[in-house]
């Protein structure tokens, strides 16, 4: 069985200022890692993703995630945040060919 | 084709009464997937279908919930005798299937919100 843990339910963090939303998952098997973002009213969209390959992959608007198999953890990094950042984050597992398991969410509000 | 659709986007019914939501996904994806959002908390899996066959089914699906996908295409999910509790996101998404060689990532559509009073 799989699941993920997101550490942090809110991040308040400044505009321009660097942040990195925590995840840590536990699989028995080799897993593909997601993250997904909820803008306020709209639906799921695809962050970036780890299926092989480079441990580092990063998404067109500049977040970037490191898969770390020793540490079981795909923390989300940006290294300067912009008020339309402001959504809800999950981070997912998923065996491969199957359903995905999601993490709570972490929520991150951007201080002007 | 633009992505995964879902009808309605929004439901408000009394409790007791049935429900029916649709989901037509990505043209060329052999795969469809249910899952159920509710307040402060991440999707929660609740069945998948690869072409027409249902392959896995959630704990969570009641026997007051089905789904189907009769052509290998759209699907329904419908709920029966609604209940408070059901008040929820319901949010479909699609994927190719490692059979197909494409790589296997899950689209979302955009849910269809449904509050039960």
């Known amino acids: 069985a799989q699941s993920v843990t997101q550490l942090d339910s809110q991040v308040p963090v400044f505009e321009e200022a660097p942040v990195e939303l925590r995840c840590n998952y536990s699989?028995?098997?080799?897993?593909?890692l997601f993250w997904y973002v909820q803008y306020p009213n709209q639906g799921l969209q695809l962050l970036l993703k780890y299926l092989s390959g480079s441990t580092l992959v990063e998404s067109i608007n500049g977040f970037e995630a490191e898969f770390n198999k020793s540490q079981t953890s795909f923390h989300l990094r940006k290294p300067s945040v912009h008020i339309s950042d402001t959504a809800e984050y999950f981070c997912a597992v998923s065996g491969g060919d199957d359903k995905i398991i999601f993490g709570k969410g972490t929520r991150l509000h951007i201080l002007p | 084709d633009t992505g995964v659709s879902q009808d309605p986007r929004h439901k408000i019914t009394k409790r007791g009464q049935n429900v029916t939501f649709r989901c037509d996904p990505i043209s060329e994806h052999n795969r469809l997937y249910w899952y159920r959002q509710t307040l402060g908390q991440g999707p929660e899996f609740l069945t998948y279908f690869q072409n027409e066959a249902q392959l896995e089914k959630s704990r969570l699906l009641s026997d007051r919930f089905s789904a189907e996908r009769p052509k290998g295409s759209f699907s329904t999910l419908e709920i029966q005798r609604t209940e408070q509790g059901d008040s929820a996101m319901y949010l479909c998404?699609?994927?190719?299937?490692?059979?197909?060689?494409?790589?296997?990532?899950?689209?979302f559509g955009p849910g269809t919100r449904l509050l039960v009073l």
């Open positions: 699989s028995s098997v080799s897993v593909y």
């Open positions: 998404a699609s994927s190719p299937g490692l059979s197909s060689g494409m790589e296997e990532t899950q689209y």
